[in-house]
Every structure is written in C-alpha cells, then in structure tokens.
C-alpha cells in the first residue's frame, strides 16, 4: 500500500501495484490548493446533503462515497461512521481496510466529536490519517489526545498550514512538539506492508508527507 497527500484532507491510498485506489476529499476551491487529475476507483467525500439522496452513485469513472455505511469493492472494506448533522448535511469519517491494514481517515473531525462511539469504531487502526491544524476540525491537543486513546500504529497528520493554503491553520511543529517528536523526515509517499506491522514493536509512529 500506498499513501500519498496533496493538502489539506486529499490522500490517494493505492493498493500494491495499483490495482485499486481511494482518493479522499479533494481541496475546496477557497483553500487555493489544485485538485489532483488522477484516476482513482473510489472517492470518499466527508459530507454529504441528505436532501438529494443516501444512495452512492457512480460518477466518471471513479465510484463516489459519501455517507456512514459498510461497502466492499474489489476486496478493499470501506466503513463510514456518521460524525455529526448539521440541518440536512452529514459529516463522515471513515475506515479503509487495504491489503489487511486498517486505514482510518478522520476528515474533519472536531474536539467535540470525540465520543466513545468513535473510539470504538477507531480502535483496531494500524494507520490513522488525522487533523491537527484546529479551527473547526482538532488541534493539535485534542489530536494527541484521540491518538493516546486509539494507539494506532503510524500517525499522518493533515489540515495544517502549508505554502500555497489560503485557510488559516495551525502549525504542524505544535503537533510535533505535542507528540514529542524530537525530529521527522518528509516523504513524498508512504509505503507499508502488512508484515511491516505484524511485528511492530514500536511506539506510534508520526510519519509527515509532502504535499504534492
């Protein structure tokens, strides 16, 4: 597996030898970061407008996600836990099993939504992709805290100040500090194998992607 950022809480996991990919969240216009052109199998978006419908459709050529479920496309497990409502609109986060690693993508989640319902949901990441920069999704507080209490493998921050953004966020060196990470490297793409974890024998790991 593979994973690669492109700001803010746009990732492409991809299946070994690109068999399959998932894209999450594509920026927004206002965050001034471009839309990445790649195909992809599967695009998870983190809100949904329940007034239209609660059925995925699909859309090109990639298959649209966009709402709490169970789904199942070409062996690769997609889990959606809905996060909270707002009037007619669903905010989702989500779980990817890849490859027999457990994805966990956390989109926009905010200190508020931390419940014990989500931890549980939570509770079996080898990877948990989260955001940090505050605002209206977690700080780097309530990021370390979530992060203590799931004890996930390796940790991907996101939704944090980068050169081109236009949408305030926090610093990744308060997250880093937090995390009491002395120093981390940027890799422009994360690659892992599930015997990589079988015998993982170290602490959460905080790994920091470039954005491409």
Request: proline share 4%.
């Amino acid at each position: 597996m593979s994973i690669e950022w492109f700001g803010e809480g746009c990732f492409k996991i991809t299946e070994t030898g690109n068999r399959f990919s998932v894209l999450t969240e594509p920026p927004i216009r206002e965050s001034g970061l471009p839309t990445p052109r790649h195909k992809t199998d599967v695009v998870l978006n983190i809100f949904s407008d329940l007034s239209d419908s609660l059925f995925n459709q699909k859309k090109k050529d990639a298959f649209v996600i966009s709402n709490a479920g169970d789904y199942e496309l070409k062996n690769v497990f997609i889990q959606g836990i809905i996060l909270n409502f707002n009037k007619n609109r669903a905010k989702t986060a989500y779980k990817i099993k890849m490859e027999g690693i457990s994805v966990g993508y956390l989109g926009m989640m905010n200190n508020k939504e931390i419940t014990l319902e989500i931890g549980n949901f939570l509770s079996d990441l080898d990877i948990m992709i989260i955001p940090i920069g505050g605002g209206e999704v977690l700080d780097a507080e309530g990021a370390v805290g979530l992060i203590k209490q799931v004890e996930p493998n390796i940790i991907i921050p996101m939704y944090y100040k980068i050169p081109g953004l236009k949408i305030k966020r926090g610093d990744l060196e308060n997250f880093l500090k937090k995390m009491e990470v002395k120093s981390t490297e940027q890799l422009e793409k994360l690659m892992v194998k599930t015997k990589d974890l079988e015998s993982w024998d170290e602490e959460t790991k905080v790994v920091v992607l470039k954005h491409l």
